[in-house]
């Protein structure tokens, strides 16, 4: 069976991803950072960033980048896709109904069905009908985009960012432009992901990009730059080796496992030989936090206590951010938080598959780096809802693969076919 490219609309990625980081890309200039610098108002330390020029709100800006792009890309839909993420709809608003916190914040009850359903149909989409996406092109606007994050940060220091070169966590920077569109995730995954973009002078700017990132040793985006480097190197290492058709879904099982293996190693590892104090420094007083939404959790464990608890209950933790995955066990139960765990391991399991055997699907494998890589984050931080580039990339990411058809099986399914007609 041979895929042919079809052009005649252009990959629903490229729009909603384009839309979204030209949005804010717009709203980064309208103010002094449309997100507070991610750091409640402080690009840099002791530096003030707040704003009194108008602003467009974030979750207006996702909506309508959702809705241009379902109305330009979407023009078919299977019974399963929209059976799955109708039930996926269903849980959402009905944990709001059941705790009664739907009617105390019906627009955001709304904005996060709405977004999750419809990134999703349009991954559907995009994995149905399979389009050329040009990697060089794309890791190349990003590149300037990055560029001129950095050429900012360094004009105006703690408005458009902070660049201290310090290596130290005690000065916490932030290349502000970079980061409200993911671009330090983007760039290295592509750089794996996309053959053609695999020369020497990106290689030497990747690492010259690194060496800004380390210089304020902020932990997230240092994981975002090496983590898919080494998934790579990984990778390239199982696909030089002698794996055997017969044995694809058991290497394939036997990656995912020590994936997770390593991964809970890491957590007990910490938390066995880390003092309470060096815990508490570590997880930035993230501790309490968890504890809170995991007391809520089991308190109404099947639909939830509602969304942003923290501002309903008595809590009175240093953190308010950064939840992951009980955020949604919390807020919207055990129902729905076992359907996110499920398409997410979905997802890692093709992921796995794809970067393993199937060489041609270049897009697949960057989403695929960008689940594997952010799933930790996933876990602990965010993503719990879809309100900023990272979040996004990841969602757009699990659904594209969940519904993706790799290469080597459509191959495979051809040859049999094809043994069965003989």
Not at 286 to 308: A, C, T
Not at 387 to 410: C, E, Q
Request: proline share 3%; net charge positive; with cysteine.
């Amino acid at each position: 069976m041979v895929l042919k490219r079809t052009i005649s609309r252009p990959l629903g990625f490229s729009i909603l991803f384009g839309l979204f980081c030209l949005a804010m890309g717009v709203n980064f200039f309208l103010t002094a950072n449309p997100y507070a610098a991610h750091h409640s108002g402080g690009a840099a330390r002791w530096m003030e960033t707040h704003s009194s020029n108008w602003a467009l709100h974030v979750g207006i800006l996702m909506t309508s980048v959702v809705i241009i792009t379902f109305i330009v890309i979407v023009r078919y839909l299977s019974l399963t896709s929209v059976s799955m993420f109708a039930v996926a709809g269903i849980l959402m608003i009905s944990s709001g109904i059941v705790s009664s916190i739907i009617w105390s914040f019906p627009l955001s009850y709304g904005f996060n069905t709405f977004c999750f359903v419809g990134i999703g149909l349009i991954a559907f989409n995009d994995a149905r009908k399979f389009r050329y996406f040009n990697g060089r092109r794309f890791i190349t606007l990003v590149l300037l985009a990055y560029i001129l994050g950095i050429i900012l940060a360094l004009v105006r220091p703690g408005i458009w960012g902070w660049i201290p070169f310090e290596f130290s966590r005690s000065f916490r920077g932030e290349v502000t432009f970079a980061s409200i569109m993911a671009l330090p995730l983007i760039l290295t995954t592509g750089l794996v992901a996309f053959k053609q973009t695999r020369t020497l002078l990106f290689v030497l700017i990747i690492a010259s990009l690194a060496i800004v990132e380390f210089s304020f040793s902020t932990r997230k985006t240092i994981w975002m730059i090496i983590f898919p480097v080494l998934v790579g190197i990984v990778f390239w290492g199982l696909n030089r080796s002698f794996i055997p058709n017969r044995k694809q879904k058991a290497i394939t099982i036997l990656v995912v496992f020590f994936y997770f293996f390593a991964f809970f190693i890491s957590i007990y590892l910490v938390v066995r030989y880390f003092s309470q104090p060096e815990l508490e420094a570590f997880l930035n007083a993230r501790l309490p936090l968890w504890q809170f939404h995991w007391q809520l959790f089991l308190e109404k464990p099947l639909f939830g206590v509602g969304i942003f608890p923290t501002q309903r209950f008595l809590y009175s933790g240093e953190a308010f951010s950064e939840i992951g995955l009980l955020a949604t066990f919390s807020g919207y139960g055990l129902l729905f938080g076992f359907f996110q765990v499920f398409v997410v391991l979905r997802a890692l399991k093709r992921s796995v598959a794809v970067l393993l055997y199937d060489s041609k699907s270049e897009l697949a494998k960057f989403c695929g780096l960008v689940v594997i890589t952010i799933i930790p984050w996933w876990f602990f931080g965010g993503c719990w809802r879809i309100i900023n580039a990272l979040d996004l990339l990841f969602w757009y990411s699990v659904f594209y693969l969940v519904f993706f058809r790799p290469l080597f099986s459509v191959q495979a399914r051809g040859n049999q076919n094809r043994m069965c007609n003989k």
